[in-house]
Nanobody, 115 residues
């Protein structure tokens, strides 16, 4: 069974940066897509960014130009950095691994952007 362990997050001031990391462990075959989603209070979970095993990336408009996602296929890790953080970036951030026929979620890590 695959588990995703997230790290990073916490309280960040507006204009600051954060880096989230996620490591997959367990019986792992090639993960097609790894990504980060977020869910703010009272809102639906939404995609922040994802990346394929070949390195193709996709970003939400809300973070495009101020974020970067990358992965290490050998280590089954994915990381996300967001710069110029805004209060509206406050949310629980979830890591996702998608093999195409199934997907797995991490437990989530809280990110709060506030002065």
């Amino acid at each position: 069974q695959v588990q995703l362990v997230e790290s990073g997050g916490g309280l960040v001031q507006p204009g600051g940066s954060l880096r989230l990391s996620c490591a997959a462990s367990g019986s792992i075959f090639t993960i097609n897509v790894m990504g980060w989603y977020r869910q703010a209070p009272g809102k639906q979970r939404e995609l922040v960014a994802d990346i394929t095993s070949g390195g193709w990336t996709n970003y939400a408009d809300s973070v495009k130009g101020r974020s970067a996602i990358w992965r290490d296929n050998a280590k089954n890790t994915v990381s996300l950095q967001i710069n110029s953080l805004k209060p509206e970036d406050t949310a629980v951030y979830y890591c996702n691994a998608d093999w195409g026929y199934r997907s797995t979620w991490g437990q989530g890590t809280q990110v709060t952007v506030s002065s």
